[in-house]
């Protein structure tokens, strides 16, 4: 397919657009400094121009405790700006895929969130990223919503790489160990997204690597052999501006059901993240 990607420049965008090449697609990844998605006639002239054959939906504000403090930001790049792309996909008869977040659920039900539960978003982000949502199922009938957790990957700030700059500066770390969910790399997600559009089937997807875990459990699996201690403490006692849900785990059975294969457990997607990132300091 001839696929346009929203926001290349970002961590997921950087992993993705090489994945689908790979694949065999014709890939025009479109960096935020090309396409500002709140922008509605850029949005309409650049798609028009590209004619793709399907829009992957990357680009996002994704400053989680920062939106607390600026909602408005927030809701125009997440809202207004997928609206606009789901506008214009519309007009174009052109499918869309809409990446989205476990922070659009509050975490209080203690099983796997499914596609179909209830969305109750308890944050700035995880709301915006609610509000995009519903702009794609309102505009479009062909869509795919992709809903992923605790995103790292090369190329990008995330809680992997914070956790091993702060190694090089301390040996004993805090970490929450009351929030659970299942961290997810990027190169991992590229490849499900990857399978899931060679489908064709629309809907809603929950899409993470395999397993459960939280935050404390997840460190000491990236300090392993650093000689850092990580200890556990509660939510409560390092407050954040934005509240996370507590529990995010995401159900996969109707992802694993569409693409005909099991995710790869998180503890093998971060070994070799972890490892393909020593290879490229030592080259």
């Not at 697609?25 to 002239?45: A, F, I, K, W």
Request: a negative charge; one cysteine or more.
């Amino acid at each position: 397919m001839k696929i346009l990607v929203t926001g290349a420049s970002g961590m997921l965008g950087k992993a993705l657009v090489p994945c689908l090449e790979s694949r065999g697609h014709s890939v025009r990844g479109m960096p935020r400094e090309q396409l500002d998605v709140t922008n509605y006639m850029q949005v309409n002239d650049l798609l028009r121009l590209e004619s793709p054959e399907l829009v992957i939906h990357s680009a996002a504000y994704t400053r989680v405790d920062q939106a607390e403090s600026e909602p408005d930001l927030a809701y125009l790049i997440n809202g207004y700006g997928t609206e606009n792309i789901s506008v214009v996909c519309n007009h174009l008869n052109v499918p869309m895929l809409y990446l989205s977040t476990d922070y659009v659920f509050d975490g209080e039900q203690d099983r796997p969130y499914q596609p179909w539960d209830t969305t109750r978003p308890l944050s700035v982000y995880g709301k915006s990223k609610l509000a995009g949502e519903r702009a794609v199922r309102h505009h479009l009938s062909r869509f795919y919503i992709v809903r992923t957790s605790w995103l790292y990957g090369p190329d990008g700030s995330n809680f992997v790489e914070t956790i091993l700059n702060m190694t090089a500066q301390r040996k004993q770390l805090r970490v929450v160990s009351d929030q659970w969910g299942t961290p997810t790399c990027t190169l991992t997600l590229s490849e499900t997204i990857a399978d899931l559009i060679a489908t064709g089937r629309w809907g809603v997807y929950h899409a993470t690597d395999g397993g459960v875990t939280n935050w404390w459990e997840f460190a000491r699996a990236i300090t392993e052999g650093k000689g850092v201690e990580v200890t556990p403490i509660a939510t409560k006692d390092m407050p954040r501006p934005a509240t996370r849900p507590k529990y995010s785990v995401l159900d996969k059975t109707t992802l694993v059901q569409t693409i005909a294969r099991e995710m790869v457990p998180w503890q093998e997607a971060l070994e070799s993240y972890l490892n393909l990132r020593l290879q490229e300091q030592l080259t």
